[in-house]
């Protein structure tokens, strides 16, 4: 373990990416009986999963580029084993789960604009976007050549760049101003897995990205906190009246 500084370096960035999103898994969940409507219940929700998930993921990445067969490949097991085929797996999986809370967010916000105005075709595209990130970070796990590689980049960085934009577009119409600081660091953490992805590509041992996702991703528990409406327990005063419609919770 440990063989060289830059791994030193990367397993102190996933550790501490593991603690802070625990962190915010744990006061995102927790903090789901205090908030007063289902609008700011689903997000604490889903940002506790996202959390969860980066607490398993950095976790296992620390095992992995620690572990003798594995040490060369960064977070990749090697090609063709057993560990290689679960590891594609899970990225798939982490990857959906975040695309599935950020184009929840996105659809939240459009309701909740007064004209429910679409936000660059976003409900036209979503489905398109959420295959082409899925399937750019399956793609980006088998390249071995360069056109295979650039293919991966463009399956991810695109959509993930459209992401970013719909973010700011919607999040200007909603005058709810939880869920526009709520958004707003959401376009940071968006942000901070481009900046992922640029590192990864430079070096598999250049993970600290990682940590910046999971500090926004406990901002954003704590903004929830700070500005929502709490219940009438918690707060001592009549819950404010309900901003989301019948099937927001779903979302």
Same mark, same amino acid.
Not at 33 to 58: C, D, H, I, K, Q
Not at 207 to 223: I, K
């Given at each position: 373990?440990?063989?060289?500084?830059?791994?030193?370096?990367?397993?102190?960035?996933?550790?501490?990416?593991?603690?802070?999103?625990?962190?915010?898994?744990?006061?995102?969940?927790?903090?789901?009986?205090?908030?007063?409507?289902?609008?700011?219940?689903?997000?604490?929700?889903?940002?506790?999963?996202?959390?969860?998930?980066?607490?398993?993921?950095?976790?296992?990445?620390?095992?992995?580029?620690?572990?003798?067969?594995?040490?060369?490949?960064?977070?990749?097991?090697?090609?063709?084993?057993?560990?290689?085929?679960?590891?594609?797996?899970?990225?798939?999986?982490?990857?959906?789960?975040?695309?599935?809370?950020?184009?929840?967010?996105?659809?939240?916000?459009?309701?909740?604009?007064?004209?429910?105005?679409?936000? /660059?075709?976003?409900?036209? &595209?979503?489905? #398109?976007?959420?295959?082409?990130? +899925? @399937?750019?970070? %399956? =793609?980006?796990?088998?390249?071995?050549?360069?056109?295979?590689? /650039?293919?991966?980049?463009? &399956?991810?960085? #695109?959509?993930?760049?459209?992401? +970013? @934009?719909?973010? %700011? =577009?919607?999040?200007?119409?909603?005058?709810?101003?939880?869920?526009?600081?709520?958004?707003?660091?959401?376009?940071?953490?968006?942000?901070?897995?481009?900046?992922?992805?640029?590192?990864?590509?430079?070096?598999?041992?250049?993970?600290?990205?990682?940590?910046?996702?999971?500090?926004?991703?406990?901002?954003?528990?704590?903004?929830?906190?700070?500005?929502?409406?709490?219940?009438?327990?918690?707060?001592?005063?009549?819950?404010?009246?309900?901003?989301?419609?019948?099937?927001?919770?779903?979302?």
């Amino acid at each position: 373990m440990f063989d060289s500084p830059l791994i030193i370096f990367d397993s102190l960035a996933l550790f501490m990416a593991m603690v802070i999103s625990g962190l915010a898994a744990f006061r995102a969940v927790s903090s789901r009986r205090v908030l007063a409507t289902p609008l700011y219940r689903s997000r604490a929700l889903w940002t506790g999963t996202v959390g969860l998930m980066v607490l398993l993921f950095a976790a296992w990445a620390i095992l992995l580029e620690n572990t003798g067969s594995s040490v060369t490949f960064g977070l990749v097991p090697p090609y063709g084993t057993p560990e290689f085929y679960a590891y594609v797996f899970l990225s798939a999986l982490v990857v959906a789960v975040a695309f599935a809370w950020i184009d929840s967010t996105i659809r939240v916000a459009l309701e909740l604009d007064f004209l429910h105005r679409d936000a /660059l075709g976003w409900r036209r &595209l979503r489905l #398109v976007v959420g295959i082409s990130v +899925v @399937a750019g970070i %399956v =793609v980006a796990q088998f390249a071995t050549v360069t056109w295979e590689l /650039l293919t991966s980049v463009l &399956l991810l960085g #695109v959509p993930t760049s459209y992401e +970013v @934009a719909a973010l %700011v =577009v919607v999040g200007r119409r909603v005058r709810d101003a939880t869920m526009r600081r709520y958004m707003k660091w959401m376009g940071f953490l968006v942000m901070a897995t481009l900046l992922q992805l640029a590192t990864t590509y430079v070096s598999p041992f250049l993970n600290f990205p990682l940590t910046v996702f999971a500090y926004f991703l406990y901002v954003m528990t704590t903004s929830l906190l700070k500005t929502a409406p709490l219940s009438v327990a918690v707060a001592g005063t009549p819950a404010h009246v309900q901003l989301s419609p019948p099937n927001q919770e779903s979302l």
